[in-house]
């Protein structure tokens, strides 16, 4: 059985209103109402698009909007495993043993426009 949609969708009054498979979906669906966000979950610190509040409509490109949604996702998803940590430079050391000597910094750079 197939989980629960992660694209969460609210509208201006921050009242959950739909949820979509692909986020693409919900770009459709929030294109030009101003004020509807879409979330990754039901967490409002996981809000990775806010239509009318980004350089443009969600509705000029929903492949804009998803990749603006990943991006996002990853800064989320990092910040969460530094506070986990304690700090970035405990997040580095774990990071490195983990993932090998010098990964934090390759991903760091991977992820730099959104850190």
């Known amino acids: 059985m197939a989980g629960s949609p992660s694209w969460k969708v609210y509208n201006t009054e921050k009242k959950y209103v739909a949820a979509f498979v ?3 979906d919900a770009a459709r669906f ?5 004020g509807y966000s879409i979330r990754s979950g039901h967490s409002v610190s ?14 000029e490109s ?7 949604a990943e991006l996002r996702c990853r800064r989320f998803a990092w910040q969460s495993y530094v506070k986990g940590c304690g700090s970035e430079e405990r997040a580095r050391e774990s990071f490195d043993k983990s993932n090998g000597e ?3 910094d390759r991903l760091k750079a991977t992820l730099g426009s959104v850190l």
Do not use: C, L, N, P
Not at 46 to 59: C, F, H, I, N, R
């Open 30 to 34: 929030v294109g030009g109402m101003e």
């Open 102 to 104: 010098g990964a934090f």
């Open 46 to 59: 996981w809000t990775v698009w806010s239509e009318g509040s980004e350089g443009q409509s969600a509705a």
């Open 22 to 24: 692909r986020v693409e």
């Open 62 to 68: 929903f492949d804009h909007v998803a990749e603006v």
